[in-house]
């Protein structure tokens, strides 16, 4: 017996988590789950333009001829691997409007229109979500079995800004559910795949996101409208909104707590690798509270993460330089993981070294810190390999901001 395409025989091996894993990132498919291309009779009208004019009679019987054309064996087999390469795209395209010989002259405007962003259409549930998902952090890529640019169709409709990557097939020529796709996203975000939701509308393709790791969410086909794809389920599934997130300075009772969480994330990811010194430091947030300025993230009054603001000059810079400023030690509860905890406390340091006027943000990583880069160059670092240093076994590579 199978159950979702599983053997039966290797599917008590499987592990599972006793607790359930928070949902920080989100992956969508593009055509069919946030888009919708323009319906036919409209491609065909774009297609033409202002100098061919067409009777809603005609339409119809092209629309028709179109669809007929579809089912043809030879139409069929060029739509073989069209998603792997621009060229096999657009040969599969051609092949397609070609098969009606009305349209075969406009077999070159009917494919741009299919590319173009005037081909598609948001449902309007897109941009409600997606701002959603960018007002609660959560970051957002688009996988797609696409041969073209997906960006400026984003972009003309305004919602670029809400998508952090996009992964195209065309540029790996491989399609989902290859685990290519979804690995290079969710390197891409610095997210863990299990802490990972693909959406999409095809169970074979978005829905295999599952054996690579990831969890998948395959929407309805029915009750689809340009007004309402479902999409607000994402939203069910990733839980209640989280509560408000404060970034302030740690009061000097909150400093051994805040020392506590530094310590015990760095230990919980591994950072440490027995170097009990630098656990004794940040523990000791109550020292760098003396020469630096310590941070802590609240949520619902309780403290869920830490990071120590250094200037240039003072004990606990170790890199910035005049003019500059540097965070350290920055360190999120394990409770709070996939919240945008890290990335609030990296802007609000942003926020402190412009008000001080300076010029450039500095950091110093552990090389093995792989989602804290991630997060860094999202939010804007970019790598200063000529500033990397060491100390002792421990090598450090370097970001900086300018401001």
Known sequence: MRIAGVPAAGYGDIPFDEEPRPIEAVLFDFSGTLFHAVDDTEWIRLAAGPGRSFGDDELARLVGELESAWRRPEVRAAQEGRDLSVEAHRQAGL?????????????????????????????????????????????????????????????HHGLEHLVDVFVHSHDFAVTKPDPTLYAMACAKLGADPRNTLMVGDTPAADGGAAYSGLRAYVLPITGVTARRRGLADVLRLLGPAPV??????????????????????????????????????????????????????????????????????????QIAGPGEAEFRMLGVAPIARGRNVGERMVHACLERARAAGAHTLRLSSYVKMHPAHALYERVGFRRTPDRDWSEGDFHLITYAMAL
């Open 95 to 155: 092949t397609w409007v070609r098969a009606v010989p009305e349209l075969a002259p406009l077999a070159g405007g009917l494919y741009g229109v299919l590319t173009s962003p005037e081909g598609w259409v948001p449902f309007e549930d897109s941009g409600r979500v997606l701002t959603e998902l960018r007002r609660r952090g959560i970051p957002v890529g688009v996988v797609s079995n696409i041969a073209w640019d997906l960006r400026p169709i984003f972009r």
């Open 244 to 317: 408000r997130l404060t970034v302030r300075p740690a009061e000097p009772h909150e400093l051994p707590v805040a020392g506590a969480i530094a310590e015990g994330a760095y230990r919980h990811e591994g950072y440490l690798d027995g170097d009990e010194e630098y656990a004794v430091e940040l523990r000791d947030a109550a020292s760098r509270a003396e020469r630096s300025e310590v941070l802590v993230a609240v949520s619902d009054g309780a403290i869920v993460g830490t990071v120590t603001y250094c200037p240039a000059g003072t004990a606990h810079a």
